[in-house]
């Protein structure tokens, strides 16, 4: 009986030990680790996850033809070619000086290779497109270019998520660090990795990029949400994807 | 571009109880939000879903405005026969998606 105690005293230390050593590693969480077992099992489901059917949307834009140039993205990238891509934006592009989200650079060839109008931010073309891409980078860690220009970005956008804005006078750290992982209005506050995107939310009801969400968060804080094509988004995602660098993406996420 | 996701099984043991599960791409736009005019959005919804086994008729479902956009139904069906199972929505505004799958039973 008292050697059985000893066993159990000594298993609870390794326990606890291994308890810290899991506590002093990654302590990053997605946001899906946080949602309902129903919601998480709904993403993973391929036939459940309503992401998906906008990557099939996205599959066969990509093989149609756009613009004067009359290509289609298949012409020069074949099916399937996009593999890490939506891991490493925003970058910035050769010849620009600003970074580029994966939604910019998709309206980019289209209108410098396809020669077409621009999709327009938010609309079903160009979500499909980019969840298309996005799903081929499913799993892959997050990898933010070591491109130096998009230092002055990043720090603007770290600026950005640390300054108290609205009317409630909060910043997205207050929110996403202080406070990540204890609840607000019964749901628990996610620590605000952009690991799933372009994701389907339920509340929308629909598929929606990062900076819809990001535009959501600045209503609820009740400051004035930025145009959609501000540069604050887009630096802002470079920060945050540098923050969450190496987790792995799961895109189209669902979430709540 | 029809877009719809159906996920059923390929095979089943004869008596067999199966899952049938669909998902399709709609608005299910509800009738009674107003737009940014101000005025009424008109219903835009799928009003049936039909699902046949050998064209004998399974599973129905009559949707409402209530039901979410972009629904998934999931039904269960008895394994009997090997052959096609057929899926139909139809919706307002002539909405109408056929998708079919084949099940092999043995």
Same mark, same amino acid.
Request: some cysteine; overall charge neutral.
């Given at each position: 009986?008292?050697?059985? =105690?000893?066993?159990?005293?000594? %298993?609870?230390?390794?326990? %606890? ?11 990053? =969480? ?46 020069c ?18 010849? %620009? ?53 998009l ?20 910043s ?24 799933g ?53 799961? %895109?189209?996420?669902? =979430?709540? | 571009?029809?877009?719809v996701?159906v ?76 052959g ?5 929505w ?9 998708e ?7």
């Amino acid at each position: 009986m008292k050697s059985a =105690r000893v066993v159990l005293g000594l %298993a609870s230390v390794f326990a %606890a030990t291994f308890a810290l050593a899991q506590g002093s590693a990654d302590k990053r =969480r997605s946001g899906y680790q946080d949602m309902g077992e129903a919601l998480q099992k709904m993403q993973d489901d391929d036939t459940a996850n309503p992401g998906m059917l906008f990557v099939q949307l996205g599959e066969q834009l990509w093989s149609k033809p756009a613009g004067a140039a009359n290509k289609a993205c298949a012409d020069c990238h074949a099916s399937g070619s996009m593999k890490s891509v939506a891991a490493r934006y925003p970058a910035i592009p050769k010849d %620009a000086d600003k970074p580029i989200d994966l939604e910019g650079r998709i309206n980019l060839c289209r209108t410098a290779n396809q020669r077409a109008e621009p999709l327009v931010l938010e609309s079903r073309e160009l979500l499909s497109l980019a969840a298309y891409v996005a799903f081929q980078s499913r799993g892959q860690p997050i990898a933010p270019p070591s491109d130096p220009r998009l230092g002055p970005f990043r720090e603007q956008g770290g600026e950005i998520y640390r300054r108290r804005q609205g009317q409630l006078n909060l910043s997205c750290a207050i929110c996403h660090d202080d406070n990540a992982g204890k609840k607000l209005a019964g749901v628990t506050i996610p620590q605000a990795h952009p690991t799933g995107y372009p994701i389907y939310r339920l509340e929308w009801q629909s598929l929606g990029s990062l900076k819809r969400r990001l535009r959501n968060c600045l209503v609820g804080i009740r400051a004035e949400a930025y145009a959609y094509d501000a540069p604050e988004y887009v630096a802002l995602e470079v920060y945050l994807m540098e923050r969450a660098k190496g987790m792995p993406l799961e %895109a189209p996420g669902v =979430r709540p | 571009m029809t877009n719809v996701l159906v996920n059923a099984p390929k095979t089943a043991k004869p008596g067999e109880i199966v899952e049938i599960k669909a998902l399709i791409l709609h608005p299910m736009e509800t009738g009674f939000r107003p737009g940014t005019n101000g005025r009424i959005i008109p219903r835009n919804i799928i009003e049936h879903f039909v699902a046949t086994w050998n064209g004998t008729e399974i599973f129905r479902m009559e949707m409402s405005p209530a039901i979410a956009a972009n629904p998934f139904v999931s039904f269960f069906a008895v394994a009997t026969e090997s052959g096609t199972i057929g899926l139909r929505w139809t919706g307002d505004e002539g909405f109408l998606v056929e998708e079919q799958v084949a099940i092999a039973v043995g």
